[in-house]
Nanobody, 126 residues
């Protein structure tokens, strides 16, 4: 299983970016997907998650209302639309896939994600 994250970059505060995570896996597999971020000198933190069905999503309080996670099952791709970016959003963003359950399952714990992408850097200037 391979995950490929992309879409990061440098943006001014108040701007937007859309991250993508492509999962190279059989369409018969079922997985939840989460986005996490890590800033220099800080622990990795949960950002957003979406269930296999797409019916359940969750967000960290710091991004709720500004970020939106979605998926295109036909493309095995999950997106993270990030609006109203602030300098505190600056971090390396990575996506993880959790194959524990399908359906409406998701988790906010990084420990349960078995596979990770390489990360994409997001830098928000003030």
């Amino acid at each position: 299983v391979q995950l490929q994250a992309s879409g990061g970059g440098l943006v001014q505060a108040g701007g937007s970016l859309r991250l993508s995570c492509v999962v190279s896996e059989s369409s018969f597999s079922r997985y939840a997907l989460g986005w996490f971020r890590q800033a220099p000198g800080k622990d990795r933190e949960f950002v957003a998650a979406i269930s296999w069905s797409g019916g359940n999503t969750d967000y960290a309080p710091s991004v709720k209302g500004r970020f939106t996670i979605s998926k295109d099952s036909a493309k095995n791709t999950v997106y993270l639309q990030m609006n109203s970016l602030i300098p505190e959003d600056t971090a390396n963003y990575s996506c993880g896939a959790d194959f524990t359950f399908g359906g409406n399952y998701y988790t906010t714990s990084a420990k349960t994600y078995e596979y990770w992408g390489q990360g994409t850097q997001v830098t928000v200037s003030s």
